[in-house]
């Protein structure tokens, strides 16, 4: 029996192509109920592992979505979710259906972007000086932005933004302009992703 593994939410139900996917799966398509879809795979069970190789294959099935029929908006679900078929699926796009609209009116037209700065060893920075020229420098080209964890002790700055696709040029840019003035952080500018970081959608239970 296969499972509808789900990657994110989009509007409609025509999305659908061949690609290398989740748990040995080699085709993505639509499960839909009324206004919106879940872009799933079929895999064999309702608990795939989360390796590192599936973790990226995820990832990459998500850009794939958003570059669909030339830019595809995805509400993008967390790995793991699988449903036991698409009876529960679609139950689930019923009862979460409000909150479905809300999340894809926020992200409607917009990528996720990271820019971690990393102090190069022995380079003397002060970290509250950085973030407030990050601050002039890229918070009125975005959206939204969120402060993510400093997991060592040279991470200076990790955040994500929030960037419509029309300020994506203008958001490069200003990255290349900053990591030109500062030969003291190593610059890491990574995207576009679909936008976890400003999604909180709970779609229920599995089963």
């Given amino acids: 029996m296969s499972h509808p593994y789900v990657y994110g939410i989009v509007e409609g139900d025509d999305v659908e192509f061949e690609t290398e996917a989740v748990a040995g799966a080699e085709r993505v398509h639509t499960v839909s109920h009324r206004r919106f879809g879940a872009v799933v795979s079929d ?5 795939p592992e989360e390796t590192d190789e599936d973790a990226q294959i995820h990832d990459e099935v998500l850009r794939e979505i958003m570059d669909y029929d030339g830019g ?10 699988a449903f036991e078929g698409e009876r529960e699926l679609k139950n689930v796009l019923r009862g979460a259906r409000p909150a479905f609209r809300r999340a894809m009116n926020d992200i409607e037209g917009k990528i996720e972007l990271g820019l971690k700065l990393v102090r190069e ?8 000086e950085i973030e407030d020229e990050v601050a002039d420098r890229f918070d009125s080209i975005a959206d939204q ?3 993510n964890g400093l997991f060592s002790d040279r991470l200076v700055l990790n955040r994500s933004y929030l ?4 300020e994506r040029e203008a958001f490069d840019e200003a990255v290349a302009d900053f990591e ?3 030969e003291e952080l190593l610059v ?3 995207g576009p ?3 976890y970081s400003f999604v909180d959608v709970k779609i229920g239970a599995k089963q």
């Fill in 180 to 182: 030109d003035d500062h």
């Fill in 163 to 166: 960037v419509d696709e029309d």
């Fill in 145 to 147: 932005s969120v402060e």
């Fill in 193 to 195: 992703f679909a936008p």
């Fill in 43 to 47: 895999i064999d069970t309702t608990d």
């Fill in 121 to 128: 060893e022995d380079a003397d920075v002060d970290p509250d």
């Fill in 188 to 190: 890491q500018y990574t």
């Fill in 72 to 81: 595809t908006t995805v509400v993008p679900m967390q790995f793991g979710m």
